[in-house]
């Protein structure tokens, strides 16, 4: 994910009013009926990026309030320079708030040290890549015990729950092939068995099916909503509609504020079956 501010585009673009409260309170009900408890609260997140001298290089985030809850498949959108990016950062605890409260799984990341940090993200949150990351000198198993490993599970668990989770994605035959033997569909799957291994609160994904042709991205998307089906919370960053509307809500940033926030088709049909 990309820490990198756009600032020439969010200096040139005019600044927006941050919507008030209520703004997107329809969206707040349906998702309040539908979903479980919250897994991310953010109350008046900002993000301000300094020059070496202190001075102000560009305020990415400006004041953003969201709430998502146990068991939702969101998109995060946004052109660039809207604060995208930084959005993905900040609720994957890769980067902390200026200011303004962010609670995952109900404790307050901003207060964590490094440390304590590193460690929760680990636990609460499994990452999928565009470009898989995965290491080319391991086994596919191998490659899915990494965070485990991490944590200091014994092997005799890693390897077990390594398994499972590549059992889950349809790669329970391919544990001892490499990364290079493998289609770039079945890269991403192991990507996604490596991010379900540690049975994560979260599971974002940064553009999955970036570097897949067509058919594998719509297999790979397939594979996301069975997950999703069986309740994993799941929050998508996506520059493609088409792909957005594979999700039932759909959050758009424009300067560094929440533009917009609402249930696609599919989201609305879940809220009103008989509609």
């Known amino acids: 994910m990309s820490t990198e501010p756009n600032a020439h585009a969010i200096a040139e673009s005019e600044p927006e009013t941050p919507a008030g409260p209520g703004a997107f309170a329809e969206t707040e009900r349906l998702c309040a009926g539908l979903y479980g408890r919250p897994v991310v609260e953010l109350t008046g997140v900002e993000k301000t990026y300094y020059k070496p001298d202190g001075s102000v290089m560009v305020q990415a985030l400006r004041g953003v309030d969201l709430t998502i809850r146990e068991g939702e498949y969101v998109a995060i959108m946004g052109a660039s320079g809207s604060g995208k990016s930084t959005l993905m950062n900040m609720l994957g605890c890769l980067d902390r708030p200026s200011a303004g409260i962010y609670l995952l799984d109900g404790k307050n990341a901003r207060d964590m040290d490094d440390e304590s940090l590193s460690k929760f993200r680990g636990e609460k949150i499994g990452f999928v890549f565009q470009a898989f990351n995965l290491i ?47 289609s770039g569909g079945q890269q991403q799957r192991v990507a996604i068995a490596r991010a379900l291994v540690t049975d994560p609160v979260i599971l974002m994904a940064d553009e999955p099916t970036g570097n897949l042709d067509s058919k594998t991205g719509a297999s790979i ?55």
């Open 136 to 182: 080319p000198q391991l086994t596919v198993e191998e490659n899915v015990e990494v965070p485990l490993f991490y944590q200091s599970k014994p092997a005799k668990e890693r390897k077990s729950r390594s398994e499972k989770s590549l059992g889950l994605v349809g790669l329970g035959d391919r544990l001892d092939h490499r990364p290079r033997e493998l």
């Open 221 to 275: 998307l397939k594979l996301f909503e069975q997950l999703h089906a069986k309740g994993m919370t799941i929050i998508m960053v996506t520059h493609d509609d088409d792909i957005a509307e594979h999700c039932e809500r759909i959050v758009r940033l424009r300067d560094g504020l929440v533009e917009s926030d609402a249930m696609t088709a599919l989201g609305r049909s879940r809220a009103e079956p008989n509609g």
